[in-house]
Structure formats: C-alpha cells, structure tokens
C-alpha cells in the first residue's frame, strides 16, 4: 500500500504553546487529506477533511480556530494545535487518498502530550 | 452516513480462520464497505474493501451479502500478528471514513 508519514511521532508540550503535526504522502499525491484524533480506549474520531488549495472542512464540534489545518501541497498537510491544554493530549492520526474513488491510507500517529 | 455494527470482541485459535462480521443495514448503493484495523498504539491498516461483489487480496477475503446488508472479513490462516481491531466501514460518496467502536481480535496460541 501506499505510505503515509507524520512526524513527530510523539511530542510533549507545555500548556498554552502551539505544536504542529505533519503529514506527508510519501509515494502519491494527496487530493484530500483527513486529520482524526483518538483518546485512550476509544474509536478514532474525524476531526476535519482537507483538499489541497482549500480550506479545511472541519466536524461538528471541532473548533477550527484551535485546529489549524492547512494543506498547501499534494503531499503535505499541517494540523497546529494552538494554545495547547492538558485536555488536547491525544493520538492524532492523519489519512490522505489520492482521489475520491481510492482508499485512503494511515499515518502512524502521534501521540500528544501537554503539560 | 450508515452505521455499521460489529460484535465487541472475538477470539480465535493460530493457524485457524477468523470471520469478523459486520452489518450495515442502511448502506446505499454506491457506498462501499471498507475494512481496516488498528494494531495498538498505530495508525489503521488498510485490509479490502467491496462494493457488491466478493473481493480477495493477499491479506484477507470480503464477503458481501447479496442484499449488501451485511458482510464478513475472512483471514484464512490467523497469526499472533492479526490481533488488532478490526473496523467495518460504509464509506459515503464523499469519502468520508466514520469510524465505530470495532472488533477487538485476540488471536491466542
């Protein structure tokens, strides 16, 4: 399958600063890129859908003003999360598909974890 | 978007064939039916996926009911490896992945 990378893997940050995720298709372009986010125990759950050029589509729910997406290439796409709390330490994980009608392959996560 | 429910947990013996089932009564007809699984602390693998037709890769075998309300991954010959949880997935015509709560496979020696 095709290889879908973020980085970093796992991050500690103080509460009240920002940390950016990465994720990168390694072997494809990525029309649309997916950002999820999972707590301990439970199912992934869908934070918000990017396509390259466009603004973020973001989930009931999800502040996009915490949750800055941004997807500038066919390869790349960026989750920050702003003004970090203890509440916002989770595993986040990305997808990106190459187009509608393909499947859509993971990251390997990142765990956060604010202070 | 259609929900999909699957049995909390199931075990099955090395070497044996695992059948995970799935229903998906309220699937469309252009939605397709998407299995992946999660191995602990990772981001989802990608198994199959099918439309209508039975489907086989080098991993796992689809099988769709022919009413499509339903569905079971097949892994002809389990290993310690495949524990893991394994989500059942109508996929909209957006693309969208809605994940449920999963089957958690314990494959024991």
């Known amino acids: 399958g095709a290889v879908v990378s973020q980085h970093p893997s796992w991050v500690i940050c103080k509460s009240g600063t920002s940390v950016k995720i990465e994720c990168r298709s390694l072997d494809f372009q990525a029309t649309t890129m997916f950002w999820y986010r999972q707590f301990p125990k439970q199912s992934l759950m869908l934070m918000a859908t990017?396509?390259?050029?466009?603004?973020?589509?973001?989930e009931q729910g999800v502040e996009k003003d915490k949750f800055l997406i941004n997807h500038a290439s066919l390869t790349l796409s960026t989750l920050t999360v702003t003004s970090a709390h203890p509440e916002d330490s989770s595993f986040y994980i990305c997808?990106?598909?190459?187009?509608?009608?393909?499947?859509?392959?993971f990251g390997q996560g990142t765990r956060l974890t604010v202070v | 978007d259609a929900k999909t429910t699957q049995p909390p947990s199931m075990d099955c013996a090395e070497g044996r064939a695992a059948n995970l089932p799935c229903n998906h009564s309220t699937i469309s007809g252009n939605e397709y039916v998407y299995w992946y699984r999660q191995i602990h602390s990772q981001g989802p693998q990608y198994i199959i996926h099918?439309?209508?037709n039975n489907e086989t890769n080098e991993m796992a075998s689809l099988i769709i009911t022919e009413d499509r309300k339903s569905s079971t991954l097949i892994l002809p010959h389990a290993t310690l490896r495949d524990t893991a949880v394994y989500y059942c997935?109508?996929?909209?015509?957006?693309?969208?992945?809605?994940f449920g709560q999963g089957t958690i496979l314990t494959v024991h020696p």
């Open positions: 997935i109508v996929r909209t015509s957006y693309g969208k992945l809605t």
């Open positions: 099918g439309l209508k």
């Open positions: 997808s990106a598909r190459k187009d509608r009608g393909t499947e859509a392959f």
């Open positions: 990017s396509n390259e050029g466009s603004k973020a589509t973001y």
